[in-house]
Each structure stands twice: as C-alpha cells, then as structure tokens.
C-alpha cells in the first residue's frame, strides 16, 4: 500500500509540472522556428562523408548526448533499446532517424537481430552505451558485426581483464601505474594469517564479482581482535569460485573519468570530482590522472570506451586508480557543446591531444534530481544554497533548446509509463533515475 501511493504521488507530481514542461517546449520550438524563418540558425560544419552510426542504450542520457553530436556532425544516427524500454523518450529527438527495439542483451536472439538491424540501416559504426550487464555481450558480439561496420568497443578478452578488480591492477602495475595494494582472497585463513602490522594503511575486502548486498561494506581491517577479523572474514562468501580482493583502504578526493580510445590512443578525456549517487558533473583539469589513464589505453592497445576510477589520497597526496569500469561514461553530457567530439569518435588521423570539454562548458545535471533534493533540504540553508546555485550556473543535462522533446518525453511519457507497469507488476522501486531512464529497483536490469 505505502508503495503504491509512493507511486501515485510520484504520477501525480509529474502531472502538475507538465504544463510548466509544455510550455517551455512550446517556447523552444517557436524560438526555432523565428530563427529559421530570420535565417539566423547556426550551421554547423557537416562532414563530407556521412556515416550511420547506431548507438545501443537508448533510455540514458549519454546515449542521447552522443546521438546530438553526431548528429550536428551531419551524420545519420539509429538508436536501439531493448524490448523492455520500447517507450524511450530519446527516440523522439531530432537526432535521432530511426528507433527500433531488440531482445535484452544476452538473450540467445539478441546477436542475430542485432546483426539483421546492422544489415538492415547500413550502419558503418556501432558505438555501445552499455549497462554493465550488457558491455560483455555487446562485446563478444564484435566478432559476428566486424566483417559489416566498425564496433567501437573493449574486446571481450579485454572487457573481462578490466571487470575484474584484480585483474585490472595487475595490469596497471605491470605499466607500472599507481593503484592500492591488492592481494587476491579464494580462502578466508589468507586474510586471518595476513601480518597487518607491516602495513601502513588499513584494509578492506571487496567482492570481484557484483555483489549489491555487500558492496558498500567498508569495514576496515584488522578488527579490534583477531577474533573479530575472523568473525567478519568468514561471513563473507569467499571461496576459490568467488574470490574477493583485500585492498588497502584509502581516503581522500575521488574522481571518476570518461575516456574514448582508437588503436591505444586516448582520444576524449573528461574528469569530475565523484559523489556516492553521481549526477553531477563538471570538469576539472588533472593532468596526471589524463596521463595515467591515456598510458593505460596505450599499454593495453585499447578500442572502446572506458571509465576510470581515482582517489587522492590524502596522507600522500599521490593519485591511484581504484576501478575501471570498461563502457560510457555519464560525464559525456560536458560535451554537449563541443562539436569536435564526433570527430574524435570517428576520425581515423591521430589527434594532437586528447579532446576535452569546451571551456565553456557548464556543469551538468538533471533537474528533478535538483529539485528533490532542493525540497528536502529547505531546511538546510547551506544546502539550499548549493542546490540553487547549482541549477543556475549549470545546464540540465537532457534539455537543449534546439531539441526540446526528449526533455518533455523523458519526464512525460517514459518515466509515467515506467510507474504504471510497476503499479501492475508491483515489483516495487528505490527511486527514480532520470540519468538512466529507469526505476532503481532490487533485482533490477
């Protein structure tokens, strides 16, 4: 009952701002239409080939983003979701010429359809926006695409190399790069004989594979007694079929990245400072994490898109990589006006650096996020403060007044539907996040 009303109130909530949507849509398109009528629309500079790019992920942001810069760019852009999210918003962009739907990634039919739609558009390149439940089948799929258009994508041998905590490590340091100290766990009796007192720092153990029950535990090591360590150890699922990290734990300021390769060249780079629910952005200069992450691509001779973890650590003030999680990075939204960025995806020639955001990028966000979170704080003037200040020095991530629609559809159409097939499946939900498209739900996609 309390879920349902929870709903109830969510649908009715959005009901009560969607004249407020509409009318800024309204605006938006009348706004265009004078320009192109006084014949003082921008045009940007096209391509001389144009290509077809299909771009997976539909329901997310990135996706979006990505599909408006090739667009301006003046290719040809196919967005693709999964059966589930027929009812995207995004489809309804003026980037976007084609939407079709194909089976949940992983699905026996999903590589055959996925070549059909391939074959079907013409596509010339195929840029993945994964979950990570589907970076790994988008991946091994390369091999059944390659010989029909380019798959900008980490190899499956690679994707795994990187998913896996340890393995990613291992690698850095063999590049000799900076990461925590790991030790890899398959027995519970490694960690209670671990002498702890030849370390500086504290420890904590982290699952391998995904583990959404236990992957906030922090508990640091060693325990008050030996007794405790043991106790906390052998509670966890440790075994050689499930094998855990004993990491050093280390505080400090952590950065999350976005980095796109070609051939081991690093050819976008973002940086932002990283929160615990991650729906801000705005880019900051660090070069040596640049430097860290584009020597890591070099040495692995990465293809694909890759986002990397970091903390500063703050007795020693030296910056360490803490995961690398092999897809597309959210913070592409703080390219939303730099049209170079097509070209970097695309372009066969090395670039003489990186691309980064313009300079006058401004933060990203997502509005209703900001206004949540401005309502429960009104209590908190320094909050309240940081929340406004927020939403007026920076821009919402999904809206853009030349493409108004998948603002209004997102918020109007997709979220509303999400809420009433949970009204009928009662399967229940966390919270809505309108970065992603979707209801956080237990057990979800």
């Known amino acids: 009952m309390i879920q349902t009303a929870k709903t109830l109130l969510t649908m009715l909530l959005l009901l009560l701002v969607m004249p407020i949507n509409a009318a800024i849509v309204a605006v938006a398109v009348v706004q265009k239409s004078v320009k192109r009528w006084l014949q003082i629309m921008p045009t940007p500079a096209r391509v001389s080939h144009p290509k077809s790019i299909l771009i997976s992920g539909g329901k997310m942001t990135k996706a979006l983003q990505l599909a408006r810069l090739f667009h301006q760019a003046g290719h040809r852009v196919v967005l693709v979701e999964s059966h589930s999210y ?63 258009c380019e798959v900008l994508h980490v190899h499956p041998d690679t994707i795994l190399q990187l998913d896996d905590k340890f393995q990613f490590f291992e690698a850095a340091g063999r590049l000799q790069l900076a990461v925590p100290k790991s030790f890899l766990i398959t027995d519970p009796q490694q960690v209670e004989s671990f002498d702890f007192t030849k370390e500086v720092r504290q420890f904590i153990l982290k699952s391998i594979a995904y583990d959404p029950v236990r992957r906030l535990d922090m508990t640091k090591l060693p325990a008050a007694s030996k007794q405790a360590t043991a106790d906390f150890v052998r509670s ?81 003030g030296k910056t360490y990589a ?102 009928r499946e009662r399967k229940g939900w966390l919270k809505i996040d309108f970065n992603i498209g979707k209801l956080v739900q237990a057990g979800g996609d």
């Not at 055959?112 to 596509?123: N, P, Q, S, T, Y």
């Open 322 to 423: 803490i995961e690398c999680n092999p897809r597309t990075h959210s913070a592409i939204t703080l390219f939303y006006n730099n049209p170079a960025l097509a070209n970097a995806y695309l372009g066969d020639a090395a670039l003489p650096k990186p691309l980064t955001p313009a300079s006058t990028s401004k933060p990203t966000y997502w509005i209703y996020h900001e206004v949540w979170r401005l309502l429960t704080h009104l209590h908190l003037p320094r909050a309240t403060a940081v929340r406004l200040r927020t939403i007026f020095s920076g821009k919402d991530a999904v809206f853009d007044w030349t493409d108004p629609l998948p603002f209004f559809m997102l918020h109007h159409w997709q979220i509303p539907l999400l809420l009433l097939r949970d009204l």
């Open 86 to 148: 027929w009812l995207v918003g995004h489809r309804f962009s003026r980037a976007v010429d084609c939407f079709y739907t194909l089976p949940k990634s992983g699905a026996s039919d999903y590589e055959g359809a996925l070549l059909d739609l391939i074959k079907r558009e013409k596509i010339d390149v195929y840029v993945p926006v994964c979950s990570p439940a589907s970076s790994l089948h988008d991946s091994r799929a390369i091999f059944k695409l390659a010989p029909h």
């Open 236 to 316: 966890l699922p440790i075994s050689k079929s499930n094998p855990w990290i004993l990491q050093e734990f280390i505080t400090g300021q952590e950065y999350c990245t976005h980095g796109t390769f070609r051939n081991g060249e690093l050819r976008v780079h973002c940086c932002c400072k990283s929160s615990a629910f991650q729906i801000n952005y705005q880019n900051v200069d660090r070069p040596e994490i640049q430097a860290w992450v584009s020597q890591f691509g070099s040495g692995l001779g990465l293809t694909g898109q890759a986002s990397f973890d970091f903390i500063e650590a703050a007795d020693d």
